[in-house]
């Protein structure tokens, strides 16, 4: 069975701009979370989508968005980039709302200049 | 808010000595969980514990959940090369299962 698939693995963006990452889930799992992990940092919960709906939001800013398709894949928009955005972003799918037993892609390094 | 922290930052072995970390919560935890980052990697699930007072076991790895359900360790015994990476604990925001809040990890290393 695949895992949890992101795309793209490297991006590469200047300040202002925006910028469009993508998750497809483990097949049969209806949960996705978002996650920034700035170097060194554990990671910190942007956002989770489960059934297609917004379950929860951490706390960043209104520049974050994110949705979840009828397939149950999702991607994580972020507009108007700061030099601070950049991060390893890490999407996790689980089969239950409540996030026991995550399973993690391999992120998308953002990089900001 | 809510606060997971875990000790040590770093932790420098050599190969066969026996690590520690240790994870603790500002607040009770419906339970915990443990991923380990190899480096350059992502996390990757271990285990999670949701009994009070419960200890479980991989290996040579064993996972234990406080009594009052606020802090947990994980030791591994006679560490191998393998082990490298940081352990990271995690735990449910309160009356937001659906949201992790993980602690800022502990990284091990291992000299052969």
């Known amino acids: 069975d695949a895992g949890v698939t992101q795309s793209p693995t490297h991006l590469i963006k200047t300040r202002g701009q925006h910028v469009t990452l993508r998750c497809s889930p483990i097949s049969g799992h209806k949960s996705v979370s978002w996650y920034q992990q700035v170097l060194g940092q554990g990671p910190q919960f942007i956002f989770q989508?489960?059934?297609?709906?917004?379950?929860g939001r951490g706390n960043f800013p209104d520049r974050f968005s994110a949705r979840q398709f009828p397939n149950y894949s999702s991607e994580l928009n972020v507009n108007a980039l700061l030099l601070g955005d950049s991060a390893l972003y890490l999407c996790?799918?689980?089969?239950?709302?409540?996030?026991?037993?995550?399973?993690f892609g391999s992120g998308t390094q953002l990089s900001v200049l | 808010g809510q606060q997971v922290m875990q000790i040590p930052q770093y932790q420098h072995v050599q190969e066969g000595e026996d690590f520690t970390t240790y994870c603790n919560s500002s607040t009770t935890l419906s339970n915990i969980q443990w991923y380990k980052q190899r480096p350059g990697g992502h996390p990757v699930f271990l285990i999670q514990l949701v009994k009070s007072g419960e200890v479980k076991k991989q290996k040579r790895l064993t996972f234990q959940f406080g009594e009052a359900k606020k802090n947990s360790s994980l030791h591994i015994t006679a560490t191998q090369t393998t082990d490298v990476g940081t352990y990271f604990c995690?735990?449910?925001?309160?009356?937001?299962?659906?949201?992790?809040?993980f602690g800022q990890g502990t990284e091990l290393s291992v000299k052969p």
């Open positions: 989508y489960y059934e297609k709906e917004e379950r």
């Open positions: 996790a799918s689980g089969r239950q709302a409540t996030n026991e037993k995550l399973f």
């Open positions: 995690a735990g449910p925001r309160y009356n937001q299962g659906g949201k992790l809040i």
